[in-house]
């Protein structure tokens, strides 16, 4: 399956303890990428997650934030009333400093009064809801980068319709180049012997100007041979299909210990069309085959950039 390295993805669990929010972002990154934005309470779950997202995602640079509401317990909804006093002494203590100091809002003072208490988060509960909210948010975010990746698929495929149109445009027009190739040549010989000597025909047979015109069309032919590139090309055309068909994916993933990228394989397909593009463009014998290599290098280009966003 061929997926973006471009998504999002955010989910929640809870319990009677409290609330917990997962958010997933991926962008385009040559290697896997984690950054985790946990509160110091949550820092214990960020082995958890990094092994969990780490088997469901290859390539990526990949954020993650968490963030948790911890339910006021009842005989912690009450406030202190000498802690609230402590705690307005020292807000207005910052403010002198800093005069933008936000006060704290309700729930942080009361999360502040279970915390102080001596109730620390219990780790197996917490992490429990950490796992439940990443394998949703990891689904949500999978699910998107699928779409986009077929989204991106068709439009290489799209690309890859269009090369295969010109390789056969090219195959096409190579006897008609080596014909208008020879009568240019054979132009050439009787206008140069004209030039030598109003009787040169005289001084050269039918047979041996139509065997030097074979000659040349024979040197030629050899020069702008392109049949080889041709087959290339339409072989890396045809592994392209493959690839983006998750065929190759699946043979990967079928090996123990293996993990197929299919971004890193089109990135080395693409270098090896855009090589058997240049020899066709160095090969050129006709003004045509000189464009045609160019468009094939515009169409290689267009879908390497789109490869550069598939994991």
């Known amino acids: ?11 929640k669990a809870e319990t009677d303890q409290g609330t917990l929010n997962i958010e997933i972002r991926s962008v385009n990154s040559r290697f896997l990428d984690l950054n985790f934005r946990f509160p110091e309470e949550l820092r214990m779950l960020e082995a958890p997650l990094r092994e969990q997202i ?22 912690a909804a009450a406030l202190d009333p000498t802690a609230l006093t402590r705690m307005a002494e020292l807000l207005a203590a910052a403010r002198a400093v800093i005069p933008d100091v936000q006060a704290p809002r309700l729930n942080e003072l009361l999360n502040a009064a279970q915390g102080g208490s001596g109730a620390p988060l219990d780790a197996e509960t917490w992490n429990a809801m950490a796992t439940e ?18 989204r991106l698929a068709e439009i290489m495929h799209d690309c890859a319709r269009a090369m ?92 123990p210990g293996k993990k197929g990228s299919a971004g890193k394989r089109l990135d080395f397909l693409f270098q090896e069309m855009n090589r058997e593009a240049n020899t066709l463009g160095s090969k050129a014998g006709a003004l045509s085959m000189t464009r045609a290599a160019i468009d094939l290098k515009l169409l290689i280009e267009q879908m390497r950039e789109q490869a550069q966003n598939i994991e």
């Open 133 to 150: 909210a990443c394998g949703k948010a990891l689904a949500e975010l999978q699910a998107a980068r699928e779409r986009e990746g077929a």
């Open 54 to 75: 780490s088997r469901a995602v290859t390539r990526g640079k990949v954020d993650v934030r968490l963030s948790y509401v911890r339910n006021i317990l009842p005989d």
């Open 164 to 255: 295969d149109t010109i390789v056969d445009e090219v195959e096409r027009s190579l006897p008609h180049i080596l014909e208008e190739h020879q009568q240019k040549l054979a132009q050439r010989l009787k206008d140069a012997l004209l030039a030598a000597s109003p009787d040169g025909f005289a001084l050269i047979t039918g047979e041996e100007l139509s065997a030097r015109i074979a000659q040349e069309t024979s040197l030629f032919s050899l020069r702008i041979d392109v049949a080889e590139e041709l087959a290339r090309l339409r072989s890396h055309i045809a592994e392209l299909s493959h690839i983006l068909a998750g065929e190759a994916d699946a043979a990967i993933e079928n090996r």
């Open 1 to 11: 399956m061929i997926r973006s390295m471009t998504a999002f993805g955010s989910a």
